[in-house]
């Protein structure tokens, strides 16, 4: 869906999804392919992300692979594999889920951000839902992309949050200046004052970050009481939060041809 915004807002920068290499390999005689409507629905996603956005799609190698070959579920794959895209002087990768209001300011990131290896948002401490990892900045290079594979793997446990402790001098990116916001969370709307605008909430804003501390995700249709139980106090953040669910479940549909998943806890 993001993907598909840039599309819609005319950004001229290339769009590129990657996936497991294993989909992209000879699937005839493995039961799970035919079976698992999950991988079947992906897949389609893909096709249609490449065919009407002009996405391009790459196959990734995962970061740790199963101890049984075959057994390809269980293979860990990493936002490192982006390193390996070295046909791309950068790579900005924006966290999901969220909604895409202005792609000019993330263009500009990408375009004009100062040579580095590797650049994230300067973590906030204003209680604005903001975090690094949320936008990240790389420059891929085959020497990168293999260091990182090889510290990876010294790790028994990990996630993508500790690729910027693997970089001894990031650089830090600001997620708000005087004139503009690049990522603000719509968790934030829980927090809203007594005088709220809608208006100046949605203005000069470039993406709006799903992390809501009260729901799991837009994708998700929680049950009705949990629901309003989770609603902004203040009524004009509240319509501000409505709209945004609203409009992430109808574009959600509209791109992906997909209902909200039941949430079960």
């Given at each position: 869906?993001?993907?598909?915004?840039?599309?819609r807002?005319?950004?001229?920068?290339?769009?590129?999804?990657?996936?497991?290499?294993?989909?992209?390999?000879?699937?005839?005689?493995?039961?799970?392919?035919?079976?698992d409507?999950?991988?079947?629905?992906?897949?389609?996603?893909?096709?249609?992300?490449?065919?009407?956005?002009?996405?391009?799609?790459?196959?990734?190698?995962?970061?740790?692979?199963?101890?049984?070959?075959?057994?390809?579920?269980?293979?860990?794959?990493?936002?490192?594999?982006?390193?390996?895209?070295?046909?791309?002087?950068?790579?900005?990768?924006?966290?999901?889920?969220?909604?895409?209001?202005?792609?000019?300011?993330?263009?500009a990131?990408?375009?004009?951000?100062?040579?580095t290896p590797?650049?994230?948002?300067q973590?906030?401490?204003?209680?604005?839902?903001?975090?690094s990892?949320?936008?990240?900045?790389?420059?891929?290079?085959?020497?990168?992309?293999?260091?990182?594979?090889?510290r990876?793997?010294m790790?028994?446990?990990?996630?993508?949050?500790?690729?910027?402790?693997?970089?001894?001098?990031?650089?830090?990116?600001?997620?708000k200046?005087?004139?503009?916001?690049l990522?603000?969370?719509?968790?934030?709307?829980?927090?809203?004052?007594?005088?709220?605008?809608?208006?100046?909430y949605l203005?000069?804003?470039?993406?709006?970050?799903?992390?809501?501390?009260?729901?799991?995700?837009?994708?998700?249709?929680?049950?009705?009481?949990q629901?309003?139980?989770?609603?902004?106090?203040?009524?004009?953040?509240?319509?501000?939060?409505?709209?945004?669910?609203?409009?992430?479940?109808?574009?959600?549909?509209?791109?992906?041809?997909?209902?909200?998943?039941?949430?079960?806890?």
């Open positions: 869906m993001v993907l598909a915004d840039l599309h807002l005319k950004s001229p920068a290339r769009r590129v999804l990657m996936f497991p290499e294993d989909w992209a390999l000879d699937q005839q005689g493995k039961k799970h392919d035919m079976s409507p999950f991988l079947a629905s992906s897949k389609r996603l893909l096709r249609m992300a490449a065919r009407r956005y002009g996405v391009e799609l790459r196959p990734a190698s995962p970061a740790l692979r199963a101890n049984n070959e075959l057994d390809g579920t269980s293979n860990v794959y990493s936002l490192a594999s982006a390193f390996a895209l070295k046909d791309f002087d950068r790579v900005l990768s924006v966290e999901s889920p969220g909604l895409i209001i202005d792609a000019l300011p993330l263009d990131v990408l375009a004009f951000t100062e040579s590797f650049a994230m948002l973590d906030s401490h204003d209680g604005d839902g903001v975090h990892a949320d936008l990240l900045l790389l420059e891929p290079s085959a020497s990168s992309h293999a260091e990182l594979l090889e990876l793997g790790e028994s446990n990990f996630n993508d949050s500790i690729i910027p402790t693997l970089f001894t001098d990031p650089l830090l990116l600001a997620s200046t005087d004139d503009h916001t990522i603000r969370s719509i968790g934030t709307l829980h927090l809203a004052a007594q005088e709220f605008n809608a208006t100046a203005d000069r804003v470039s993406y709006i970050r799903f992390s809501d501390p009260k729901l799991p995700g837009p994708e998700y249709d929680v049950p009705w009481p629901k309003v139980a989770a609603r902004p106090s203040n009524k004009d953040a509240d319509w501000t939060w409505t709209k945004l669910y609203g409009e992430f479940a109808q574009k959600r549909m509209d791109v992906c041809g997909l209902d909200l998943e039941m949430w079960r806890t």
